[in-house]
């Protein structure tokens, strides 16, 4: 059964054209309305498994295409399909969600005090302002230095519940922000959403620029 289009906004989108995000992320869907983009939101059902051999921005770009090639296929042609993975790589092994503390743990205690790689894969799909069909995909991929980490803090973090719903065990914008010493690149990448590129392939060919709100009036 296909999951419900949500509404999210309440400027109209251009032409005749729908704008749909293909993600679950709750984090996904803020940066879509704080972009002022009139979206619905269907969930892709494909299955996140790495291939034998398949390095990791390949595996996160294939992941991302997969997820709009599917939501495409269940909306129509008349929409735009927006999809991301965001994934965290540590050398050439793959950090997803932890499946238990113990795998949090050992997850920060890889990354203390080093330095690690934010990748996400974006994939835009669907008619172009003239019609046409368009694909674009790219990788876009930070750099985050952690602080070295002590087991109190480790065990302290986890015990609030936060990581086990992250790539890689952590949350830049929750409370694992002190753990981070810098960030070299995009902070909405590290997030789960690449704001500055996913702006860019929407805005052209695709014609869906930012439409940002005013700010309201301050009070006299």
Do not use: W
Request: glycine content about 8%.
């Amino acid at each position: 059964m296909a999951s419900p289009a949500v509404p999210a906004s309440a400027v109209p989108s251009p032409g005749a054209r729908r704008l749909v995000l293909a993600s679950a992320s709750p984090r996904r869907r803020e940066f879509f309305r704080e972009l002022g983009y009139v979206h619905e939101v269907v969930v892709p059902r494909i299955q996140e498994h790495a291939r034998p051999g398949e390095k990791p921005l390949d595996y996160v770009r294939r992941n991302a295409a997969e997820k709009a090639a599917d939501v495409a296929a269940r909306v129509g042609p008349d929409a735009v399909v927006v999809s991301a993975d965001t994934i965290v790589v540590l050398g050439d092994e793959i950090l997803e969600k932890p499946h238990t503390p113990a795998d949090a743990h050992r997850m920060l205690r890889e990354l203390s005090g080093g330095v690690h790689q934010v990748m996400t894969g974006l994939c835009v799909r669907g008619p172009a302002t003239d019609g046409t069909p368009a694909h674009f995909s790219e990788v876009v991929v930070t750099d985050v230095e952690f602080k070295p980490l002590s087991e109190a803090e480790i065990d302290a973090y986890i015990a609030t519940g936060e990581p086990m719903d992250k790539a890689g065990a952590y949350g830049i914008q929750g409370l694992a922000a002190y753990m981070i010493r810098a960030i070299r690149g995009s902070y909405t990448n590290v997030v789960g959403l690449p704001m500055a590129e996913l702006s860019t392939l929407l805005t052209t060919p695709f014609g869906f620029p930012p439409r940002l709100a005013p700010a309201p009036a301050s009070p006299l």
